[in-house]
Nanobody, 121 residues
């Protein structure tokens, strides 16, 4: 069974940085695209970023591009999200998600439990 465990969330001041990690197991990690999605309090799920199976192609939502960086270490079955220049509107629960395909994204089929990120002064 697919298992995704996020970590690295916490409280950070505006302008600060945080790196999220996602430990994956239960599937061949290196053959699937992966994504990060988030859900702010009282709002719906929002796609944040995705990367293909090799990690050499990435994409970002307009709200986070140039501030966030997605990466992966296939040898460690781990997905990362480096978040810089954080804003209060980045406050949300962040979820690691497995994509159904190797490269195409937007077809998530598994999610972790999430890690809370709070950006506040």
């Amino acid at each position: 069974e697919v298992q995704l465990v996020e970590s690295g969330g916490g409280l950070v001041q505006p302008g600060g940085s945080l790196r999220l990690s996602c430990a994956a197991s239960g599937f061949t990690f290196s053959t699937y695209a992966m994504s990060w999605v988030r859900q702010a309090p009282g709002k719906g799920l929002e796609w944040v970023s995705s990367t293909n199976n090799d990690g050499d192609t990435t994409s970002y939502s307009d709200s986070v591009k140039d501030r966030f960086t997605i990466s992966r270490d296939n040898a460690k079955n781990t997905l990362y999200l480096q978040m810089n220049s954080l804003k209060p509107e980045d406050t949300a629960t962040y979820y690691c998600a497995k994509e159904q395909y190797t490269w195409f994204v937007g077809f998530q089929d598994s999610w972790g439990q999430g890690t809370q990120v709070t950006v506040s002064s």
